[in-house]
T-cell receptor
C-alpha cells in the first residue's frame, strides 16, 4: 500500500493548548480521513474530507484536505485531558485505506 | 444501533493452531474490510469482502490466511497454523457503500497472541 508520513510522531500537551498534526503522501487521494484510537479499542472516525481545499470542523477539531490532494492536517483547539490517544490519518481513492503511523498525544504532567 | 462487533476481543493460540476471528458489520452495511495492526504502527489493509464475494485480497498473505463473508452470519478471518509473527491486532471495518464518501467504521479489534 501507499506510505503516508504523519508528524509529529508524538506530542505532549497541556490542557488548553492547541494541537496540530499533519500527514503527507507521495500519491494523491480522493478522500482523507482522520481517526482517533484509544488503548485496547478500534479507531473512531473523527472527520472525513472529500474535496481538495475542503476545511471541515467537528467541535474542537478542524481538518483540511490539501490543495495538492497529497496532504491533510488536523487541529485540536483548547485541548482537554480526554484528547489523549493516538490520531491516525488515512487516505483512500476507493475502498483501501492507507494509514499513517499515528501521532500519540499525551498530557504533559 | 450497534456498531461493528468483533469477537473474541482477545485470543491466545499456540504455534500451529488455528485462529478464527469474527466480525459482524453495522446494520445496513454490506461491505466489510479487514486490517492488521502491529504494535506502534498504523493499520494495514488485508481484504475487502461483500456478501459471498471476495473483492480484493491483495493485502492477505498468500498462505494460511483466508476470509469469508457468507450470506448469513458474520465475516470470518481464518489463520491456519499460526506463527509468532501473526501476533497483532486485527480490525474489521464496515461501510454502507463503496467508492466516493466511503466512510469505514471500525470494530474494537481482536488481539491475537501466539505463544
Amino acid at each position: 500500500g501507499q506510505q503516508l508520513n504523519q508528524s509529529p510522531q508524538s506530542m505532549f500537551i497541556q490542557e488548553g493548548e492547541d494541537v496540530s498534526m499533519n500527514c503527507t503522501s507521495s500519491s494523491i487521494f480522493n478522500t482523507w480521513l482522520w481517526y482517533k484510537q484509544e488503548p485496547g479499542e478500534g479507531p473512531v472516525l473523527l472527520i472525513a474530507l472529500y474535496k481538495a481545499g475542503e476545511l471541515t470542523s467537528n467541535g474542537r477539531l478542524t481538518a483540511q484536505f490539501g490543495i495538492t490532494r497529497k496532504d491533510s492536517f488536523l487541529n485540536i483547539s483548547a485541548s482537554i485531558p480526554s484528547d489523549v490517544g493516538i490520531y491516525f490519518c488515512a487516505g483512500t481513492n476507493d475502498y483501501k485505506l492507507s494509514f499513517g503511523a499515528g501521532t500519540t498525544v499525551t498530557v504533559r504532567a | 444501533n450497534a456498531g461493528v462487533m468483533q469477537n473474541p476481543r482477545h485470543l491466545v493460540r499456540r504455534r500451529g493452531q488455528e485462529a478464527r476471528l469474527r466480525c459482524s458489520p453495522m446494520k445496513g452495511h454490506s461491505h466489510v474490510y479487514w486490517y492488521r495492526q502491529l504494535p506502534e504502527e498504523g493499520l494495514k489493509f488485508m481484504v475487502y469482502l461483500q456478501k459471498e464475494n471476495i473483492i480484493d485480497e491483495s493485502g492477505m498473505p498468500k498462505e494460511r490466511f483466508s476470509a469469508e463473508f457468507p450470506k448469513e452470519g458474520p465475516s470470518i478471518l481464518r489463520i491456519q497454523q499460526v506463527v509468532r509473527g501473526d501476533s497483532a491486532a486485527y480490525f474489521c471495518a464496515s461501510s454502507p457503500r463503496r467508492g466516493e464518501m466511503n466512510e469505514q467504521f471500525f470494530g474494537p479489534g481482536t488481539r491475537l497472541t501466539v505463544l
